[in-house]
């Protein structure tokens, strides 16, 4: 049975940092590329980025951008996405998704059942 579950959410000061991890299980998690995907209260998916199967390329959406990093440990079978210099309107609740791809294509099969990120002062 394919998993994958993500852990590390919490509340933040604005300014604050942050690392969610997603685990994964039931697949070859080597062989597909990882994303990351939000979704603010009121509001639709956001995808926030995306890394190969591999690990040596990555994408980001312009709003997180220079503030947010998306890694994995293939040995671990473990996808990270670090937040930095947080804002308010990161607040959301973070998903993590698998591709059946290797490659970086917006084509997610299997969704997290997410965590909440919430930035307030």
């Known amino acids: 049975e394919v998993q994958v579950v993500e852990s590390g959410g919490g509340l933040v000061q604005p300014g604050g940092s942050l690392r969610l991890s997603c685990g994964a299980s039931?697949?070859?998690?080597?062989?597909?590329?990882m994303a990351w995907v939000r979704q603010a209260p009121g509001k639709g998916l956001e995808w926030i980025s995306h890394?190969?199967?591999?690990?040596?390329?990555?994408t980001y959406a312009d709003s997180v951008k220079g503030r947010f990093t998306i890694s994995r440990d293939n040995a671990k079978n473990t996808c990270y996405l670090q937040m930095f210099s947080l804002k308010p309107e990161d607040t959301a609740v973070y998903y993590c998704a698998k591709s059946p791809h290797s490659t970086v294509v917006p084509h997610f099969d299997y969704w997290g059942q997410g965590t909440q990120v919430t930035v307030s002062s």
């Open positions: 039931g697949f070859v998690f080597s062989s597909v590329a």
């Open positions: 890394i190969n199967s591999g690990g040596d390329m990555t």
